[in-house]
């Protein structure tokens, strides 16, 4: 099973895919090595802050387990943009709302994994990911080319 890893530094995010079978059973908020994922990352410390399933259902670190679980929320990360879908203009006191959750426990469900760089090895992110490095071109640019 392929993961989709968002590797989070301070100002730029950066992508890649593993397959790598060790991160099954792991928990938001586990500390893991970069060399798991990638032998280029040797060095690195990584820390895993999210994740998301095949449906698209966030991985919560309340939630215990690997399992859906519908949860009730009051506020914080997951009730955001309730207003707009809801189209409510008025705020209102105490609402609470069931969401559908994704446990803390990475699992062979989980597709995407959010992790944030905690400890810098040898070589820079951009010398590792340099196809993700490239300057991004403009749309006059784009339009001269067509």
Same mark, same amino acid.
């Given at each position: 099973?392929?993961?989709?890893?968002?590797?989070?530094?301070?100002?730029?995010?950066?992508?890649?895919? #593993?397959?790598?079978?060790?991160?099954?059973?792991?928990?938001?908020?586990?500390?893991?090595?970069?060399?798991?994922?990638?032998?280029?990352?040797?060095?690195?410390?990584?820390?895993?802050?999210?994740?998301?399933?095949?449906?698209?259902?966030?991985? %919560? *670190?309340? /939630?215990?387990?690997?399992?859906?679980?519908?949860?009730?929320?009051?506020?914080?990360?997951?009730?955001?943009?309730? *207003?707009?879908?809801?189209?409510?203009? /008025?705020?209102?006191?105490?609402?609470?709302?069931?969401?559908?959750?994704?446990?803390?426990?990475?699992?062979?469900?989980?597709? !995407?994994?959010? #992790?944030? /760089?905690?400890?810098?090895?040898? *070589? %820079?992110?951009?010398?590792?990911?340099?196809? !993700?490095?490239?300057?991004?071109?403009?749309?006059?640019?784009?339009?001269?080319? #067509?």
């Amino acid at each position: 099973m392929a993961f989709k890893i968002n590797l989070g530094n301070k100002n730029k995010t950066f992508k890649l895919e #593993a397959d790598s079978e060790s991160l099954i059973g792991m928990k938001i908020g586990d500390k893991l090595n970069g060399k798991e994922l990638k032998p280029e990352l040797e060095g690195y410390e990584l820390e895993i802050t999210g994740t998301s399933d095949k449906a698209g259902f966030p991985g %919560s *670190k309340d /939630v215990e387990g690997s399992n859906l679980k519908r949860v009730l929320l009051t506020k914080g990360k997951f009730m955001k943009g309730w *207003k707009k879908r809801r189209k409510i203009k /008025v705020k209102i006191k105490g609402l609470r709302m069931k969401k559908t959750l994704r446990g803390n426990t990475i699992s062979k469900d989980t597709i !995407q994994i959010n #992790a944030k /760089v905690l400890k810098h090895g040898n *070589k %820079s992110l951009e010398e590792i990911f340099p196809e !993700q490095n490239k300057p991004k071109e403009k749309k006059q640019e784009v339009a001269e080319k #067509a």
